[in-house]
């Protein structure tokens, strides 16, 4: 079987990638545990299955390659093992929580970690960030039951251990999570000035009009290129409702306008959005009128949060920014709208 160091070596051979010297700095940790993982385990009626070895928690800014390397890594496995990204994970154990209460469990947590860790020696999160207080009341106990299940994680973030949760509601209730992995996985950080994501965009065109079978080849060309055409499904839980995103993969969305604006959705759930993804491709976006007045609403607080946020925005649209909404009350308003939108394709846009 390859090891990590081959298998980024042969992608780098084969013009997938570019070598990074800060990626390849963290490929001896990914080749650690993919060489632990994969020893022989001694059997025998008193013996004793060894710690599993430490995960590793890979941080850093957004573009440098974490769920690149995070998928390699899953790549070169052959024992059974799972990458999700962390929000879709956690609506998963909410909702095995949830069915346990119904059953009278008196401790729910306990047979959901079970679940998990029967099923995989490996779990690969990508994008661990806690936003919601029932999430941290909740990870500190399941990573340490699954751990000692001798399941290894290995998680990629934008913050630092330290900062996961920062200034959340009952914060000190987290800060054993926090402890656990410090202790229980290696923290190494991603330091570059290279955002690859963003590389991939300089001098790209970022903005389709008209909507019609041009913009749709030309936006799926788009998605191909960020993501290579992986997707999972992203459900964002904001105030008990669920914000569902078809497409998602690595920090990348993808959604048509009526998936984000044609429901009744508000500021919390772009808020909430803006927050989750670094890039969003909106679809189909229409002309703006009376007709469609409440939808146009909803889209100028989600172009907001998204310019708040420093979201990168690709769309495809019936007109240009400017075109957009030239009739109709909120017409005035939306000039301001156009103006981020404009704003928003220029280079280097995004965090």
Same mark, same amino acid.
């Given at each position: 079987?390859?090891?990590v160091?081959?298998?980024?070596?042969a992608? *780098?051979?084969? $013009?997938?990638?570019?070598?990074?010297?800060? &990626?390849?700095?963290?490929? %001896?940790?990914?080749?650690?545990?993919?060489?632990? *993982?994969?020893?022989? &385990?001694?059997?025998g009626?008193?013996?004793?299955?060894?710690?599993? %070895?430490?995960?590793?928690?890979?941080?850093?800014?957004?573009?440098?390659?974490?769920?690149?390397?995070?998928?390699?890594?899953?790549? =070169?496995?052959?024992?059974p093992?799972?990458?999700?990204?962390?929000?879709?994970? #956690?609506?998963?154990?909410?909702?095995?929580?949830?069915?346990?209460?119904?059953?009278?469990?008196?401790?729910?947590?306990?047979?959901?970690?079970?679940?998990?860790?029967?099923?995989?020696?490996?779990?690969?999160?990508?994008?661990?960030?806690?936003?919601?207080?029932?999430?941290?009341?909740?990870?500190?106990?399941l990573?340490?039951?699954?751990?000692?299940?001798?399941?290894?994680?290995?998680?990629?973030?934008?913050?630092? %251990?330290?900062?996961?949760y920062?200034?959340?509601?009952?914060?000190?209730?987290?800060?054993?999570?926090?402890?656990?992995?410090?202790?229980?996985? *290696?923290? &190494?950080? #991603?330091?570059?000035d290279?955002?690859?994501?963003?590389?991939?965009?300089?001098?790209?065109?970022?903005?389709?009009?008209?909507?019609?079978?041009?913009?749709?080849?030309e936006?799926?060309?788009?998605?191909?290129?960020?993501?290579?055409?992986?997707?999972?499904?992203?459900?964002?839980?904001?105030?008990?409702? &669920?914000?569902?995103?078809?497409?998602?993969?690595? $920090? *990348?969305?993808?959604?048509?306008?009526?998936d984000?604006?044609?429901?009744?959705? $508000?500021?919390?759930?772009?808020?909430?959005?803006?927050? =989750?993804?670094?890039?969003?491709?909106?679809?189909?976006?229409?002309l703006l009128?009376?007709?469609?007045f409440?939808?146009?609403?909803?889209?100028?607080?989600?172009?907001?949060?998204?310019?708040?946020?420093?979201v990168?925005?690709?769309?495809?649209?019936?007109?240009t920014?400017?075109?957009?909404y030239?009739?109709? %009350?909120?017409?005035?308003?939306?000039?301001r709208?156009a103006?981020?939108?404009?704003?928003?394709?220029?280079?280097?846009w995004?965090?």
């Amino acid at each position: 079987m390859a090891s990590v160091q081959d298998e980024y070596e042969a992608r *780098v051979a084969a $013009g997938q990638i570019k070598r990074d010297p800060v &990626q390849v700095a963290c490929l %001896p940790e990914l080749e650690r545990i993919r060489a632990e *993982v994969h020893k022989p &385990q001694k059997s025998g009626l008193f013996r004793k299955a060894p710690p599993p %070895p430490k995960g590793l928690y890979l941080w850093g800014g957004v573009g440098r390659g974490k769920s690149m390397l995070m998928d390699l890594f899953v790549d =070169t496995l052959e024992v059974p093992a799972r990458r999700v990204h962390f929000h879709a994970f #956690m609506q998963e154990m909410h909702a095995g929580m949830h069915a346990e209460r119904k059953k009278g469990t008196e401790d729910v947590i306990k047979p959901v970690a079970k679940k998990v860790s029967d099923a995989v020696k490996v779990l690969a999160f990508d994008e661990m960030q806690i936003t919601d207080i029932t999430d941290a009341m909740i990870v500190g106990r399941l990573f340490e039951q699954v751990m000692a299940a001798g399941c290894v994680i290995v998680t990629t973030s934008n913050r630092v %251990p330290d900062d996961l949760y920062k200034n959340g509601l009952n914060r000190e209730l987290f800060l054993p999570a926090i402890a656990l992995i410090k202790d229980r996985m *290696v923290v &190494q950080e #991603m330091a570059s000035d290279t955002d690859h994501r963003q590389n991939r965009m300089v001098g790209a065109q970022t903005y389709f009009t008209p909507n019609g079978p041009e913009a749709r080849t030309e936006m799926e060309r788009v998605w191909q290129e960020l993501t290579g055409g992986k997707s999972e499904e992203l459900v964002l839980t904001v105030q008990g409702r &669920q914000l569902a995103l078809p497409q998602y993969w690595n $920090g *990348v969305a993808r959604a048509t306008f009526y998936d984000l604006c044609g429901r009744a959705l $508000g500021p919390a759930d772009y808020l909430k959005l803006a927050e =989750t993804v670094r890039v969003l491709m909106i679809e189909a976006v229409p002309l703006l009128s009376r007709s469609n007045f409440n939808e146009a609403k909803r889209f100028v607080t989600l172009i907001d949060a998204l310019y708040e946020a420093k979201v990168r925005v690709i769309l495809s649209a019936a007109d240009t920014p400017e075109m957009l909404y030239v009739e109709g %009350p909120g017409s005035f308003e939306f000039d301001r709208t156009a103006s981020r939108l404009q704003e928003m394709q220029s280079e280097g846009w995004g965090g």
